[in-house]
Structures are given as structure tokens and as C-alpha cells.
């Protein structure tokens, strides 16, 4: 099932003329990409919080996630009103692409992650 629909975003992607329209479908599966990277750090922040606030803790991660993108959404229509929905939806996929590289390259299992998600304060405990 997922391979149908694979073939057909695909095919819709090739005869796509429009730049507006493509960069509309990249931008799409990029978000879709680094959503998935976002909730998985916050999962794996959340899992290193004590037992006792672990869902609090992933909720409040999500909320953040939440209110950041709706401040973004409210000012989106005034950026689309000064540049144009074609070059917004062009500047948003070049600009989500850009990060991609960088999430590649992330050890989630560094400390770097464990820098990330620094639950000292949550926790109680001194490093």
C-alpha cells in the first residue's frame, strides 16, 4: 500500500511543472523528516527525566513544539503577503533541506545528546 502511494507522489513530482507546486511537495516530505527527528530526541530526552515526570516532561516538550510552529504559522500570511507564495515555499524548502545534513550527522547516541536533554535540573541530581 505505502509503495502505491509512494509511486504516485513520485509520478506527480516528475510531471509537476509548476515550482510553486514542487516545492510545496519537498517541503512537505521534508517537514514530515524532520518532525520525526524532533519527536524522536524529545522521546529519548523524555526517557532520561525520573519515572515520575517522564509523560509530563514529553508533553511540555510537545507543547513548545506546538506554540513554535503556531508564532510561525501567525506571521506566514504577512511573509506570503511581501514575498509571494512562490518564493516562500521556496525559501521554506531550501531552508528545511538545509538542516537535513546536519541531523544526518547527529550521533543520538553521543553525549552531545545527552547535553540536549539535560535533565539535571528535572532530576535533582549535580553533575
Known amino acids: 500500500m505505502w509503495l502505491l502511494s509512494f509511486v504516485t507522489c513520485a ?6 511543472e509548476d ?10 516530505l521534508l517537514s514530515g523528516i524532520i518532525t520525526t527527528a524532533t519527536f524522536t530526541l524529545m522521546m529519548r530526552c523524555s ?8 509523560a509530563t516532561h514529553y508533553t511540555v516538550l510537545a507543547t513548545c513544539e506546538v506554540i513554535g510552529k503556531l508564532a510561525f504559522t ?3 500570511g504577512w511573509l506570503a503577503d511581501l514575498a509571494g507564495y512562490r518564493l516562500l515555499f521556496l525559501i521554506f524548502a531550501v531552508l528545511s533541506a538545509v538542516i537535513l545534513p ?6 543520538f547516541h553521543s553525549e552531545a545528546t545527552s547535553e540536549l536533554c539535560d ?7 549535580d553533575e
Open 19 to 28: 515550482p510553486a507546486m514542487l516545492s510545496l511537495l519537498l517541503l512537505t
Open 11 to 16: 509520478s506527480s513530482v516528475l510531471v509537476c
Open 102 to 107: 546536519w541531523l544526518g550527522r547527529r550521533n
Open 74 to 76: 501567525s506571521i506566514c
Open 47 to 54: 526517557r532520561q527525566a525520573p519515572s515520575s515526570v517522564q
Open 119 to 125: 535533565n539535571s535540573e528535572i532530576s535533582g541530581k
